[in-house]
């Protein structure tokens, strides 16, 4: 790990990059990933490194931060490869490029520059070194990357600068007191985990799982002190109270064994050895959590491996996010790795998981992730198959619905990327590969109700989705004109119709219920006062292409916003 290390391509070879394609990758493929991403920020290190030479700094300066940095890694260089892995350091690193490039803002620069000291610190503590690095401090709070965070009572507010020396282990830092005078702390942060002195040392949480043998423990970061732990703002730390910590734990260990599938590596598994940190993101201890299917995440092309993580209100709503955000961090090494399509940034296309308009990188990421998605369901599908009888029907159900309508929705994407005509040879190899594999499942049997109910569920996201978004007359030559007036809108039916109503009431639970007819009279009664209201009118299309199938109705789904007027003005 030096920044004179020779530069030689990467070659991925064939059968790797044909697994990635089709949605899944082997253990070896994602280690080749993990390469390719090592190299990757070694080269962004050395260009920041480049920027930041010449900077003016009261902290001690970034080529010796950097020299401490190598140093551990001759002595340590395990440690140190996991430190310049996580996903916080890559999340560092692209910030601080962005920063020096004016494209985003933060505390003072040489405050976040000293984030390299702070790493080398850490890395020092990993070998045994011997080192002092003048350091920044916030509030007298000093994170360890990948280690924890040093606390100094009675430190100065605010930012200040603070000295920090290791030794055999051992860390002390020293900084400016409230009043007058210094403050001291020493620790040992690789022995002392327990938060018994939690005053003055915080050790970082983690989480912990059985491996895919069952005998080999996998830990995963649960990420809450990184001051880069967010997709891109500085955060400051937001430590999780025990019982959230333990509650995180208990989803995550349940997941995991959900995921613990035997089988080869396909779409949807996932071995929790490739996840590297989770974020979590809000909280839901002080209130109630959020339904067991309403996920909220997001990850960072900059942070692979790491993933922000509202706490879902099932495992299995974990599992299937741990799935979703695993597939962002896959697409995005390749990404890197590879030119897949030339994107002007237009915001013009159909993704049928979003309510607004998105760019062609975006859909490709939503393809691929949903992809995984996809198989995370078909998996679950057969688990429910051997299940026990009162638990296979409801379990069957739910995971026959998700996996209908997510084949469906990621075959809709691939055409749409596969007919945009700006896919380079790779992109589409890899969009072709997403194909082959949707395709095969689009073959394989799913009981009709469930099937019915996600072709219904689909229609009727795509059918809304034109409604608010797309003005008449469109398309024209240069695409779907947008309507002037879109805003976000509640997805709720995608959800909703999930499981079939016992006692329909709502025009929507009679149309999931597969009763049209009734449907369609209540959303005719409720265009009675509003004629253009999206939600009924989308409705109304749906119930009434069920009831009325012909090239009247296609041409209606196709194009519903024919029907809708632009709003005066």
């Keep these: 790990m030096t920044s004179e290390q020779p530069l030689a391509p990467f070659r991925m070879p064939d059968r790797l990059f044909a697994e990635l394609a089709a949605g899944g990758g082997s253990a070896a493929a994602v280690a080749f990933l993990e390469r390719a991403e090592r190299a990757r920020r070694l080269l962004l290190l050395r260009t920041l490194l480049g920027h930041l030479d010449a900077l003016s700094t009261p902290l001690t300066p970034v080529a010796e931060a950097w020299r401490v940095l190598k140093e551990a890694a001759e002595k340590a260089p395990g440690p140190v490869e996991r430190l310049l892995l996580a996903p916080a350091t890559g999340g560092w690193m692209s910030h601080m490029l962005r920063r020096v490039h004016g494209t985003a803002t933060g505390p003072p620069l040489w405050a976040e520059a000293g984030h390299l000291?702070?790493?080398?610190?850490?890395?020092?503590?990993?070998?045994?070194?011997?080192?002092?690095?003048?350091?920044?401090?916030?509030?007298?709070?000093?994170?360890?990357?990948?280690?924890?965070?040093?606390?100094?009572?009675?430190?100065?507010?605010?930012?200040?600068?603070?000295?920090?020396?290791?030794?055999?282990?051992?860390?002390?830092?020293?900084?400016?007191?409230?009043?007058?005078?210094?403050?001291?702390?020493?620790?040992?942060?690789?022995?002392?985990?327990?938060?018994?002195?939690?005053?003055?040392?915080?050790?970082?949480?983690?989480?912990?799982?059985?491996?895919?043998?069952?005998?080999?423990?996998?830990?995963?970061?649960?990420?809450?002190?990184?001051?880069?732990?967010?997709?891109?703002?500085?955060?400051?730390?937001?430590?999780?109270?025990?019982?959230?910590?333990?509650?995180?734990?208990?989803?995550?260990?349940?997941?995991?064994?959900?995921?613990s599938r035997p089988g080869a590596p396909g779409p949807g598994r996932v071995d929790p050895a490739m996840i590297r940190a989770i974020v979590p993101f809000g909280r839901t201890a002080a209130g109630p959590p959020p339904p067991p299917f309403v996920q909220v995440s997001a990850s960072s092309g900059d942070s692979f491996g790491g993933m922000l993580i509202v706490r879902p209100g099932s495992p299995l709503a974990l599992a299937e996010t741990l799935v979703h955000e695993l597939q962002h961090s896959k697409l995005a090494a390749l990404l890197h790795l590879f030119p897949l399509l030339e994107d002007d940034r237009a915001e013009r296309y159909y993704a049928p998981w979003r309510t607004d308009p998105r760019h062609l990188t975006g859909l490709l990421h939503g393809a691929y992730a949903f992809t995984g998605v996809a198989g995370f369901w078909r998996d679950r599908l057969a688990d429910a198959e051997g299940a026990e009888e009162v638990v296979r029907a409801e379990e069957s159900e739910r995971a026959a619905y998700f996996f209908a309508l997510r084949r469906l929705q990621s075959r809709l994407a691939v055409r749409t990327l596969l007919t945009s005509g700006r896919l380079t040879p790779q992109g589409r190899a890899l969009v072709s590969g997403l194909a082959g594999t949707l395709d095969g499942w689009l073959r394989e049997p799913v009981p009709y109700a469930a099937l019915t109910r996600a072709r219904t569920a689909a229609a009727l996201h795509r059918t809304e989705w034109r409604l608010r978004n797309v003005a008449p007359p469109s398309p024209g030559p240069g695409g779907p004109r947008f309507r002037p007036d879109r805003t976000s809108w509640p997805d709720v039916r995608t959800h909703a119709f999930a499981d079939r109503p016992a006692a329909p009431y709502t025009a929507d639970e009679h149309l999931a219920a597969g009763d049209a007819a009734a449907a369609l009279a209540r959303y005719a009664g409720q265009l009675a006062a509003d004629p253009a209201e999206p939600h009924a009118l989308a409705g109304w299309i749906v119930a009434r292409a069920v009831l009325e199938p012909g090239r009247a109705t296609r041409r209606m789904l196709a194009r519903p916003e024919l029907l809708q007027p632009l709003p005066s003005g």
Excluded: K, N
Excluded at 169 to 196: F, M, Y
Excluded at 227 to 241: M, N, Q, V
């Design 117 to 259: 000291c702070a790493l080398a610190l850490s890395a020092s503590v990993h070998a045994g070194t011997r080192t002092a690095l003048d350091v920044p401090l916030t509030g007298g709070r000093l994170p360890l990357p990948g280690l924890g965070m040093v606390r100094l009572p009675g430190a100065q507010e605010g930012l200040a600068v603070g000295r920090a020396s290791t030794a055999g282990g051992e860390l002390t830092v020293t900084g400016p007191g409230r009043t007058t005078g210094s403050v001291r702390v020493t620790c040992r942060p690789l022995t002392q985990r327990a938060e018994a002195d939690g005053d003055t040392w915080l050790p970082l949480r983690t989480l912990t799982c059985d491996g895919l043998d069952g005998r080999t423990p996998v830990t995963v970061l649960l990420e809450d002190l990184d001051p880069y732990r967010d997709l891109d703002d500085h955060l400051p730390p937001d430590r999780l109270d025990e019982d959230e910590a333990r509650a995180w734990q208990r989803l995550f260990g349940q997941a995991t064994r959900i995921l």
